[in-house]
């Protein structure tokens, strides 16, 4: 079972960037697609973006163009490059394993994290 652990958060201004991390450790990670999701004070958890073993992306249509999903298998490691931020990017963050159901719809599928926190000051 791949576990998941994330980092990267922090607190910047509007218009700033930020680079999350998400290292996995367990078995078969590269094998894995791997999603991030972010949940706002009183929100439900929202899928952000997802990266296939292949590194092939999709992202949910706010975080097109500003958001960059990738992977480096020999690390262990998906990251989110978000650029643009904005107030309402504020979050926690997470990752997962995810998989799609016959919709096309990503899901999560394993343990959540604690997630790494985004704070964006307008």
């Not at 607190?11 to 930020?18: F, M």
């Not at 073993?53 to 999903?69: E, H, L, N, P, Q």
């Amino acid at each position: 079972q791949v576990q998941l652990v994330e980092s990267g958060g922090g607190l910047v201004q509007t218009g700033e960037s930020l680079i999350l991390t998400c290292v996995a450790s367990g078995t078969n990670f590269s094998r894995n697609v791997v999603g991030w999701y972010r949940e706002a004070p009183g929100e439900r958890r929202l899928f952000v973006a997802a990266i296939t073993s292949a590194g092939v992306a999709d992202y949910i249509d706010f975080a097109k163009g500003r958001f960059t999903i990738s992977r480096d298998n020999a690390k262990d490691s998906v990251y989110l490059q978000m650029n643009d931020l904005k107030p309402e990017d504020t979050a926690v963050y997470y990752c997962n394993v995810d998989l799609r159901d016959r919709l096309g719809a990503w899901f999560a599928v394993g343990s959540w994290g604690q997630g790494t926190q985004v704070s964006v000051s307008s």
